[in-house]
């Protein structure tokens, strides 16, 4: 095995609540850690819970969520940290906002669509969000009654349902390899 890469990147995981981003970033940051890389994990929720604490979940308050997590990630990155990033960045200008971000420093950054279905979220449900929507409990639920704009051109799409996390993380590790970022 060669040495890892002391360039850092970020890959930004993007899709609805319960597609299995989080899942995702976790196998694939265990397994880059095992390879001898440093990793970041950027998670969505525990973002909110203390560097945007205090955001709702405007359309404005969603965007300043995402450009805070991209500056983040694109400091990590742009000193050497493989960053991953799984939020759901419902809008696409935002996702444009922080790949522009990446590229104006010149550094590493690859989207990875989780495309799991809506159908497939909802009977996951891991946090119960679509449960307390369907009772009326909850509103501005992405994918409900909050837009997701879907990602025009990923670097890479991950169908969960489809196959086993495993295979998912074999999908992002090979893109990360064939871009020279591994």
């Known amino acids: 095995m060669r040495a890892p890469s002391s360039q850092g990147a970020t890959v930004w995981l993007t899709g609805l609540p319960s597609s299995g981003k989080t899942t995702l970033a976790q196998a694939l940051a265990s397994r880059l850690t095992r390879e001898g890389h440093r990793v970041e994990v950027l998670d969505g929720d525990e973002i909110r819970t203390f560097l945007s604490a205090g955001l709702g979940f405007t359309r404005e308050d969603r965007d300043t969520n995402v450009q805070r997590i991209g500056l983040v990630a694109e400091v990590l990155a742009r000193n050497g940290i493989l960053v991953l990033v799984p939020v759901i960045a419902p809008y696409a200008d935002s996702r444009e906002a922080v790949r522009k971000r990446h590229e104006a420093s010149g550094t590493p950054y690859l ?20 449960a307390q929507a369907r009772a009326g409990r909850l509103s501005g639920l992405t994918g409900i009654d909050d837009p997701y704009e879907l990602p025009q051109s990923p670097d890479a799409r991950v169908e969960t349902q489809l196959q086993s996390v495993a295979e998912s993380v074999d999908v992002v590790h090979t893109l990360m390899s064939e871009r020279g970022l591994l």
């Open 111 to 130: 989207e990875v669509h989780v495309a799991t279905p809506l159908q497939v979220c909802a009977v996951r449900d891991v946090k119960g969000l679509y």
